[in-house]
C-alpha cells in the first residue's frame, strides 16, 4: 500500500469530540481572568503584574496558576528547566489530534525530526514563487471588491491566503476545499467553546444557542480537510515538500509512531496553527498601517526601491527592511500566542515561588511585549525599533511572538517570509481602508484576536 493510499483513507473524527469548554481545560478557568475592560482583557492581567510582581500564584476552583510575567523566568521555564515544564494543548486535541504541536518529550522529538528539514531556511527560496502565487490570487479577489465596495473581514482574507500559501508551497496542492466554509466552521467551534457562555454566541445584539451538534458538524468538516488536500492533483509533482517528508515518516519501519492518524493530525496543525498565526499577523499589521497611512506609504516605497515592476526573490526579502519591520512591531503589541502554558513536572521554585507537579505554568507574553521596562512607549506602533541595530538593544526572551527554546514553533521564520512579501505586494497595489471600530477591541482565546473582526473596504491604486 502506498503512502499516498494509506493517508487518504477514512478517519474517524469522533474520538477528538471533547469540548474546549470541558471544566478541566485552563482555556475554561482562565476566563474569569480575562474581563479586564470591554476592548482590551489583557488589562486585568496587566494590573495584577504590576501590583502583585512577576510571580503569581492563582488558585481557580481545584487548578492552581502561576503566572509569569518576566523574561528571565520565561527563559528558566522554556530553556533552563525546560524538560520539567512540558507543554500544555490538552484542549486543543479535538483540532489538531496527536499532532506535533500536542506532543512533548522524546516522542516530540521524533515526529518533528523528519519535519525539520522543511522549514530549513535554504528552503525559502523554493517555496517563495508559490507564496507569489497565492498573493496573485488574493489580489485578483481583491481587485473585484474594490470594484463592488463591499466590505469584507480581514482575518478572514489572510487566513484563506495563508492556508493557501501553505498548501502550494508545502504540500503541492492547491486548495481543493472552500478556505472561507473551513475558516467558519472552525471558528464556530474555537470561538465559542473556548468561553465560559460555552454555548451562547452573540449576533447582532442577539443572543443564539450554539448546540453540541454545531461543534460536532465544524469538527467533521475540519477532519475531512487533510484528506482531501492529500487526495489531490499535485501541481508540479516536486520531491522536496513537506507532504513528501511526512509519507516517508509513515513509510518508515523505524518510525512506528508515525501511523496514518499522525500524518493527517500532522497536517491539521499546518493547516489551522500554521495559517493563524501568519494569518492574525498579518490582519493586525493591515489594520495598524491603515491606521498609520505614513508606515503604509514607506512600505510602498520600499517595495519600488527594492523589487520594482518584477516580483520579489528570496534575495529581496532581507532588502525588505522596513516591511520586516512592521511584521515585527505587529507581532510585538498582537502576540498571536498571548500566553504560552506549561506543565510542572516536579516541585520547584521560581522567584520565591513554590512550584507544585501540575501547576499550570503561564508565560504571559503580552505583558512582557507591553511592558515600559523593556519597551520604550509600548503602546506605540513604532516599527523603528526593529530597525539599524536597535533590535540588538532588547532585552531576551523580552519577545517571544513563537515561543523559545527547543519548542520554539517550527514555522516561526517562514510566517515572516509570507507576511513580509504579502503585505509588501498587497500594499503596493491597494489601500485597505479599516471602517471598524478605532482601536478595534481584543479577544483572548487560545489566540490574540480582534474582537468583532477587523473590517475593511479594499480600494485600488491608480
Not at 188 to 204: A, C, F, G, P, W
Request: net charge negative; hydrophobic share 40%.
Amino acid at each position: 500500500m502506498t503512502a499516498t493510499a494509506k493517508l487518504t483513507e477514512p478517519v474517524d473524527a469522533a474520538s477528538y469530540a471533547q469540548g474546549l469548554g470541558d471544566e478541566s481545560s485552563i482555556w475554561f478557568k482562565l476566563t474569569p481572568l480575562l474581563k479586564g475592560g470591554v476592548d482590551n482583557p489583557m488589562r486585568i492581567l496587566m494590573h495584577m503584574a504590576e501590583r502583585y510582581g512577576p510571580v503569581i500564584p492563582i488558585n481557580l476552583a481545584n487548578q492552581r496558576i502561576v503566572l509569569l510575567t518576566e523574561p528571565e523566568d520565561f527563559k528558566y521555564v522554556l530553556v533552563t528547566k525546560a524538560d520539567s515544564y512540558i507543554k500544555y494543548f490538552d484542549g486543543l486535541k479535538p483540532i489538531f489530534g496527536k499532532s506535533m504541536i500536542t506532543n512533548d518529550g522524546a516522542l516530540w522529538q521524533k515526529i518533528r525530526m523528519p519535519q525539520q528539514p522543511a522549514f530549513h531556511p535554504d528552503m525559502f527560496a523554493e517555496y517563495i514563487p508559490y507564496f507569489l502565487a497565492a498573493i496573485r490570487t488574493k489580489m485578483d479577489i481583491w481587485a473585484n471588491l474594490a470594484k463592488t465596495g463591499d466590505k469584507v473581514e480581514m482575518v478572514e482574507q489572510t487566513w484563506t491566503l495563508a492556508a493557501d500559501m501553505i498548501c502550494k508551497a508545502l504540500f503541492d496542492r492547491d486548495m481543493p476545499f472552500n478556505p472561507h466554509f473551513v475558516f467558519k466552521c472552525v471558528k464556530t467551534y474555537t470561538d465559542v467553546m473556548n468561553h465560559k457562555e460555552i454555548r451562547l454566541k452573540r449576533q447582532s445584539g442577539e443572543l443564539i444557542e450554539m448546540t453540541e451538534q454545531d461543534a460536532a458538524k465544524a469538527m467533521q468538516v475540519w477532519a475531512s480537510v487533510p484528506p482531501q488536500v492529500i487526495g489531490a492533483d499535485p501541481r508540479e509533482e516536486r520531491e522536496r515538500t513537506l507532504l513528501k517528508m511526512i509519507e516517508d515518516a509513515v513509510n518508515d519501519p523505524n518510525m512506528p509512531e508515525f501511523d496514518q492518524q499522525q500524518a493527517i493530525d500532522e497536517l491539521k496543525q499546518y493547516l489551522w496553527a500554521g495559517t493563524e498565526t501568519t494569518a492574525l499577523t498579518l490582519a493586525w499589521a493591515l489594520y495598524e498601517t491603515a491606521r498609520h497611512p505614513e508606515a503604509a506609504e514607506r512600505i510602498r516605497k520600499e517595495g519600488e526601491e527594492v523589487y520594482g515592476d518584477r516580483e520579489p526573490t528570496a534575495a529581496d526579502y532581507s532588502a525588505l527592511a522596513y516591511t520586516r519591520a512592521v511584521i515585527q512591531e505587529t507581532m510585538r503589541i498582537y502576540p498571536p500566542i498571548w500566553g504560552l502554558i506549561r506543565v510542572a513536572s516536579e516541585e520547584d521554585e521560581i522567584g520565591g515561588k513554590k512550584i507544585h507537579p501540575g501547576d499550570r505554568v503561564v508565560l504571559f507574553a503580552y505583558g512582557a511585549h507591553h511592558n515600559p521596562k523593556f519597551w520604550e512607549e509600548p503602546e506605540e506602533f513604532r516599527p523603528e525599533r526593529w530597525m539599524a541595530g536597535a533590535a540588538k538593544k532588547q532585552v531576551k526572551y523580552s519577545y517571544l511572538p513563537f515561543g523559545g527554546g527547543k519548542r520554539s514553533c517550527i514555522g516561526g521564520a517562514m510566517s515572516q517570509v509570507e507576511n513580509t512579501l504579502a503585505l509588501s505586494l498587497l500594499l503596493r497595489r491597494f489601500r485597505p481602508e479599516y471602517v471598524g471600530n478605532d482601536p478595534a477591541g481584543i479577544n483572548a482565546t487560545v489566540t490574540l484576536t480582534p474582537k468583532g473582526g477587523l473590517m475593511f473596504r479594499i480600494r485600488e491604486l491608480s
